[in-house]
């Protein structure tokens, strides 16, 4: 499941270093490719490309923060019927042009909003299968850059998360509910509660980790290691 790729986030975004580079400037972009959704632009000048909705497409791979305010506002403004692809090209435009915590929250929404997905329909079918490699594939390469930089202030990481949390649950997918999308056993809605609850236990167990003195050494101590603290945590 995708909700296993992502467990133990504090954990990897310390241990991930290898995606960065080998000397700790301040990571300021993230240079990732998920086709055919998003490519990144080979310089912060260069316009990434887009492809996740014509409504959007042009404003998020502007290169300046108030048109890709404008497209998260847009965005906000469509709550239930917004892909988890498109929050996720959200996310990453928001940390390239410097809003790292609207970064973080767009993020973990993408992925809340996933995992709800997941939980409630049959994303094996042909038609989502597609969707599911994306998700996992923007995981897998985003994650590390936007979780290094959450988790330099794990209660802001925690609020950020349970933020995102509140309006996934407060804003339902609508293709949760389309009929012709086969459900998993059991009725949709009770399920779409279920998953909600089950990620706002994960992440309650995860922050509760903080309570425990040698993690948070031990994790301290992996942070500087690899550096983790100089490339994420700049003001």
């Known amino acids: 499941m995708f909700a296993r790729i992502v467990l133990a986030a504090a954990v990897l975004a310390a241990v991930a270093h290898s995606a960065f580079a080998a000397t700790p400037e301040p990571v300021r972009r993230i240079p990732v490719f998920v ?11 260069e ?36 892909t988890p692809m498109t929050m996720m090209v959200l996310a990453i435009r928001l940390y ?40 996992k594939n923007f995981a897998r390469l985003a994650g590390p850059y936007i979780n290094s930089y959450a988790f330099c202030d794990p209660d802001k990481q925690y609020a950020l998360m349970i933020k995102a949390l509140d309006w996934v649950e407060k804003n339902p997918y609508d293709a949760l509910f389309v009929e012709r999308l086969a459900a998993k056993p059991g009725d949709r809605k009770a399920n779409l509660a279920q998953s909600i609850q089950r990620q706002r236990t994960s ?21 500087k290691k690899n550096k983790t603290d100089a490339m994420f945590c700049w003001k």
Do not use: C
């Open 35 to 45: 086709v055919p959704y998003y490519a990144a632009g080979r310089s912060p000048d």
């Open 203 to 223: 992440a309650a167990d995860e922050h509760a980790k903080f309570k425990d003195p040698k993690f948070v050494a031990d994790l301290a101590k992996l942070r």
């Open 96 to 135: 390239d042009v410097g809003l790292r915590d609207d970064a973080v929250f767009w993020f973990y929404a993408a992925k809340a909003r996933y995992i709800t997905l997941e939980d409630v329909v049959d994303v094996n079918v042909p038609g989502l299968k597609s969707v599911s490699e994306a998700m």
């Open 47 to 82: 316009r990434p490309k887009v492809e996740v909705g014509r409504a959007f497409d042009h404003a998020l791979a502007s290169t300046t923060a108030p048109e890709i305010v404008q497209a998260r506002d847009a965005i906000d403004a469509q709550p239930r019927t917004i």
